[in-house]
């Protein structure tokens, strides 16, 4: 069985929600993979805009997020030659579908469970849904709509995977061998902190607490000046402490700024021989180099041209779900004719 599945073509799925600017963290996270997957398998890459409606429902934000994260990805290197790239509202009829089939078979018990539908719950505890408790099942039904066998994806959605792995295993008991099990692709599971000191960047958050990738040069300069850096050195004449754990501005350091620079301005901070405002400075001068050339890609791609990629995406992604729906229709015993 398991060489089997090694000897299967190997198909990523990974979606995304429209819910903001694109920041440092999803681009280094999530974005860079991505554009490296798509050279080495066959790839899905969506948008979920239903997936918004749990959390984000309005309806003007909805529409100038798809496109503005469509762009993003874009600018990112997603090619259209290589990837599908669509909206997943542009097979919803097929993806709700599937999820309908797919929720007769997850128990109920489990996503009452999961510890995402609690926080999601906690944090918007006027709007706790029926699609929040449901949103594993619509996440495995856009994995399983093309067969998928790889996900990549980050601490947060390990235990979504797994409940798509027990979709696929129960369906399996009642209908057959249909659905391989994904298997997530934990590669590169770095976790940009935020500018304030607190927890990791986040899009939902404050916008001062991250880098968005269309910040321009002293938008950045603003951020970082104001970020949170070293609690124990309060005067400049007292060393600091340039650690991953002593230092948020060293810590953000680490990822963006060259060793030999980075080497030379901990010594510096150390000996008290250069102060935080101009250690900040270097950094927002380390972002500014990664954010600039993405956002002049990213000002090379038109609405229209994403209106496009997402067509013609929309239609990969169609033709190979229209496939795997019939199949899921006739083992299930659904009408045929
Ligand atoms: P939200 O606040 O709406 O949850 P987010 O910034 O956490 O937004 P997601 O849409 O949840 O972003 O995640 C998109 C991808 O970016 C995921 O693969 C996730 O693992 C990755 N990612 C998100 N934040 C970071 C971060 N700070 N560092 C590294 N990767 C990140
Ligand atoms: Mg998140």
């Known amino acids: 069985m398991a060489n089997q599945q090694t000897q299967q073509k190997q198909i990523v799925t990974s979606g995304i929600r429209p819910t903001g600017e694109l920041h440092l963290g999803n681009y280094y996270g999530a974005l860079l993979n991505l554009t490296r997957l798509q050279d080495q398998y066959d790839a899905y890459f969506f948008i ?81 849904n029926y699609g929040l408790v449901g949103y594993p099942v619509l996440m495995a039904a856009d994995i399983l709509i093309h067969k998928g066998t790889l996900v990549p994806v980050g601490e947060d959605q390990v235990v979504h995977l ?20 994904p298997q997530p692709l934990i590669e590169n599971a770095v976790r940009i902190p935020a500018l304030s000191g607190q ?10 607490s991250y880098i968005s990738m ?23 004449h007292q060393p600091g402490h340039p650690t991953i754990e002593g230092c948020n501005i060293y810590h953000l350091h680490s990822f963006f700024t060259e060793a030999d620079l980075l080497d030379g301005l901990a010594a510096q901070c150390q000996q008290a021989a250069i102060g935080c405002a101009d250690c900040k400075h270097h950094l927002a001068t380390s972002l500014t180099s990664i954010v600039e050339p993405f956002r002049e890609r990213r ?15 929309g239609q990969k ?21």
């Open 48 to 128: 979920v805009d239903l997936h918004s409606l749990t959390t984000h429902p309005n309806s003007a934000d909805l529409r100038r997020n798809l496109i503005g994260v469509a762009r993003d990805y874009v600018a990112a290197g997603l090619d259209p030659e290589k990837c599908a790239l669509y909206a997943q509202s542009s097979i919803s009829d097929l993806i709700g579908e599937l999820h309908t089939y797919l929720s007769m078979v997850m128990p109920l018990g489990e996503l009452l469970r999961c510890p995402t539908f609690k926080e999601k719950a906690k944090k918007h505890p006027d709007n706790i």
């Open 199 to 208: 927890g990791k960047m986040s899009k939902s958050d404050a916008r001062d």
């Open 317 to 337: 992604a169609r033709a190979s779900a229209e496939l795997v729906l019939a199949e899921v229709r006739s083992a299930m015993g659904l009408r045929t004719f």
């Open 214 to 236: 269309r910040d321009e040069s002293d938008q950045i300069q603003a951020k970082v000046k104001k970020a949170y850096s070293d609690p124990a050195r309060v005067y400049k």
């Open 299 to 313: 000002a090379q791609v038109s609405d229209d041209d994403v209106v496009d990629i997402l067509t013609i995406g």
């Open 162 to 181: 797994e409940m798509a792995r027990t979709i696929v295993r129960r369906f399996q008991q009642i209908y057959g061998d249909l659905f391989p099990e």
